[in-house]
């Protein structure tokens, strides 16, 4: 029997960390169902018209349910805090990455502008097709953080449940280490975030969106009925 725990326990480990790892909030995807493992000691359950699988295990009997609801409680706050960690460093990473390309862009756009008596033709489109990937690229890089912030925002309140659940459970520890771990990725998401207005300022300040040259290509683009995303405007 002990060996038949360790080898459930195991196979519990190795889904959770199998969910972990395909978490990685692409648009459009959606996490997988777990097969339902047929097991001579899980019995199915109806909630709510859905099915599920639970583990039935019989209970040790040197512990309590009490113990038992409270170990468990503490691995859910365990994956919780994983979540969110890899979530927000995602996030972080994301919010870094389109304020660097924002700042980059008005960068180009400037240099372009102090430069433009001063080249050729050809330089001249040269110049502008780097300003145009790199406008895609802040697109993309916008595109990014509201991919990561959704599971961002999910992790979030999986972490709020997990340390109510692990406060009535009476596992005060896990509850606490829970709500730390959620006040610290929300400071350190609000930090990013403040960089975010002072960098769009100064793309509207450059006047990059709304250039003669920018404006002609999409007229051009729309009269061929055929528009690059990197032409294609932001709201």
Not at 73 to 83: E, F, K, P
Not at 95 to 105: D, E, F, I, M, S
Not at 150 to 169: H, P, Q, R, T, V
Not at 189 to 205: N, S, T, Y
């Amino acid at each position: 029997m002990a060996a038949y725990r360790r080898k459930l326990f195991a196979t519990g480990l190795s889904c959770a960390a199998s969910l972990i790892n395909r978490s990685s909030c692409q648009s459009g995807r959606r996490l997988a169902v777990l097969p339902t493992l047929l097991r001579k000691n899980w019995m199915t359950l109806s909630v709510t018209g859905a099915l599920c699988a639970v583990p039935f295990f019989q209970k040790p009997e040197n512990l309590s349910h009490e113990d038992l609801v409270r170990r468990a409680s503490s691995l859910v706050t365990d994956s919780a805090n994983t979540y969110l960690s890899q979530t927000t460093l995602a996030l972080l990473d994301s919010l870094t990455g389109y304020v660097k390309a924002v700042n980059h862009l008005v960068k180009l756009h400037k240099s372009y502008v102090a430069s433009i008596s001063k080249l050729s033709p050809v330089e001249e489109d040269a110049f502008w097709q780097v300003i145009l990937r790199q406008r895609q690229e802040v697109i993309e890089r916008r595109q990014d953080c509201e991919q990561f912030e959704s599971c961002w925002m999910m992790a979030i309140k999986l972490s709020e449940l997990a340390a109510d659940a692990a406060f009535n459970a009476g596992a005060d520890q896990a509850s606490v280490t829970a709500q730390n771990s959620r006040q610290l990725a929300e400071s350190q998401v609000e930090q990013i975030r403040q960089l975010i207005p002072e960098a769009e300022r100064q793309l509207k300040d450059s006047k990059a969106e709304d250039s003669e040259r920018l404006q002609n290509a999409l007229s051009t683009a729309m009269e061929d009925e055929d528009i690059p995303d990197a032409y294609l405007r932001e709201d």
